[in-house]
């Protein structure tokens, strides 16, 4: 087989320890899995010609984005190829006009992002981490302003795909809507790499806002700060962000980014607008709303280099959470409940948290009734990881009594495996079904996403 991959790829196939170990695991604590060789492709008709070599020798294939995922979603627990897509980051087409944008699947957020800036569009989609738009339509990403412009769910239009025997396929188009046939654009975002490999994607695009203000209002109570939260979305007002930090984030963020938030439950605000105007109504609303609830005062970013602080001091939680316990690996959890049960989920949490002694830091997409806590765990410790798996098992049971997911956003991976029979109950049959016709020889991402029997 690697002889074959090199005459397709020439030195673009890589067998060397360290490569094989940058490929072997994502930002999560799960063991590594290591792949057997990783490639470099840089096209479809190469993805495919991989694909087809991998499925002649029977050899499992990994999608391999930035590896950003926190679930084990691209350690390759059976071995196989690895196929990393970050030399294909090209931008196919823009229709300006159309507000759309068709891009290879290896392209990072913030690459697409500085392609855009003189255009007037954005792609809003922000995931903490600098990934690729096929591994974010792959875990079905989101980020801060999903409660605006909702998820990749919302804004993947279509896509090319390599299928596990090699064929290429499209899925979906450029027209706003469309009732022609299953959805398979859908089926594919939130694949995880486990029916297909996506070579890329055509986006829906967004006119950047005219009028744009961001705040930090920190709260008497967490309770407050989530009913806030709760009467914002349940009222209508079209905040652009709204994120959730409690005191034990808040530390690690100043500490770490060397800002100075009052140490209290603290909502992160953005709005925007096509006129100031149409902003100060926004924010006006969500003020009497935040007052009512126990508010101590909104600190407002109004341009764009404070705006620019606030966002990187909160899309660094995650490495300011890291980097309070060094030697500790992270253990980041997410779920996701309708919003009238926030406040509830996120109070019994922490109770829960503080019975068991625990600290781990809080935050979250609130607007979409999302929210993480951050584990930091000794690796080396049996008891600490049992404990914290404990609180992991009970914050989504918690999650699922209130009709939410065990994964707003991350994904399954294997981390979360344990959890899909129960959420899905019958449907998890249907989708082994898919699975099964997609990919028999269970190929593609083996052992993620769906239990293994
Ligand atoms: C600091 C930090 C903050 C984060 N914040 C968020 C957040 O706010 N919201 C959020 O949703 N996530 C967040 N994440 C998780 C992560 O960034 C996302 O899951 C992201 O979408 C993964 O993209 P990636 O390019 O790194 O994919 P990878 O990690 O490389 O791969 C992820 C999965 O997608 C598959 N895959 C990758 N590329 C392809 C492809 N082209 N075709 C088919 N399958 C593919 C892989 O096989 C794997 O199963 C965060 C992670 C970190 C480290």
Redesign the pocket.
């Known amino acids: 087989m690697f002889d074959e991959l090199r005459t397709l790829l020439g030195d673009r196939v890589s067998v060397s320890d360290a490569v094989r170990e940058h490929h072997s695991h ?2 999560s604590w799960h063991a590594p899995g290591l792949p057997e060789a990783v490639v470099f492709p840089t096209s479809t008709d190469e993805v495919s010609a991989i694909v087809k070599i991998c499925a002649r020798h029977g050899k499992p294939i ?9 679930e084990g ?2 350690n390759a627990i059976h071995g196989g190829v690895s196929i990393d ?1 970050t030399r294909m980051t090209r931008v196919l087409r823009i229709s300006p006009e159309d507000l759309d944008i068709t891009v290879e ?2 392209l ?1 957020r913030l690459r697409l992002d500085a392609h855009l800036k003189n255009t007037g569009l954005m792609f809003p989609i ?4 600098d ?2 738009i ?11 302003t999903a409660v605006r412009y909702g ?2 769910r919302d804004n993947v239009l279509g896509m090319t ?1 390599v299928l596990a025997d090699g064929q290429v396929i499209t899925t979906g188009g450029r027209a706003r809507k469309s009732s022609s046939g299953y959805d398979l654009t859908r089926l ?1 975002v939130g ?4 029916l ?4 890329d994607l055509t986006l829906r695009l967004y006119g950047r806002p005219e009028a744009v203000r961001a705040a930090v209002c920190p709260f008497e109570s967490m309770a407050g700060a989530a009913a806030t939260v709760i009467q914002t979305i349940q009222l209508g007002i079209p905040v652009a962000r709204i994120e959730i930090v409690d005191e034990a984030q808040l530390r690690v963020v100043n500490a770490y980014s060397k800002t100075n938030y009052p140490i209290a439950p603290t909502l992160f605000f953005e709005f925007h607008g096509i006129s100031d105007v149409m902003v100060d109504e926004q924010i006006k609303a969500v003020e009497e709303i935040a007052r009512e609830q126990g508010a101590t005062g909104f600190q407002w970013a109004s341009t764009l280099e404070d705006r620019n602080t606030l966002w990187t001091a909160r ?5 300011a959470t890291v980097a309070s316990r060094p030697g500790a690996r992270a253990w ?1 959890t997410d779920i996701c409940v309708p919003i009238s049960h926030l406040a509830e989920c996120i109070l019994q949490t922490q109770a829960d948290l503080k019975a068991a002694g625990v600290v781990a830091p809080l935050v979250g ?1 609130a607007g979409d009734g999302n929210f993480h806590l951050i584990f930091m765990l000794d690796a080396n410790d049996p008891k600490e990881f049992e404990q914290i798996s404990r609180l992991n098992e009970r914050l989504v049971e918690r999650a699922l009594k209130f009709g939410g997911t065990c994964s707003g ?3 399954v ?1 294997i981390g979360k495996l344990k959890y899909s029979a129960k959420e899905h109950g019958a449907s998890l049959d249907v989708m082994r079904s898919i699975k099964r016709a997609l990919d028999p020889d269970n190929l593609m ?1 083996p052992g ?2 769906i239990p293994e029997p």
């Open positions: 994502g930002e990994v999608p391999f984005g930035m590896g950003s995922s926190l979603h691209v897509l699947a290896g990072t922000d995931p903490g981490a990934a690729t096929g591994g974010m339509a792959a875990t079905r990403a989101s980020g801060t998820t990749m795909v594919f694949s995880e790499g486990t297909g490999v996506i070579t899309h660094n939680a995650y490495y980041t997409h956003e991350h994904g991976g991402n993620k996403l």
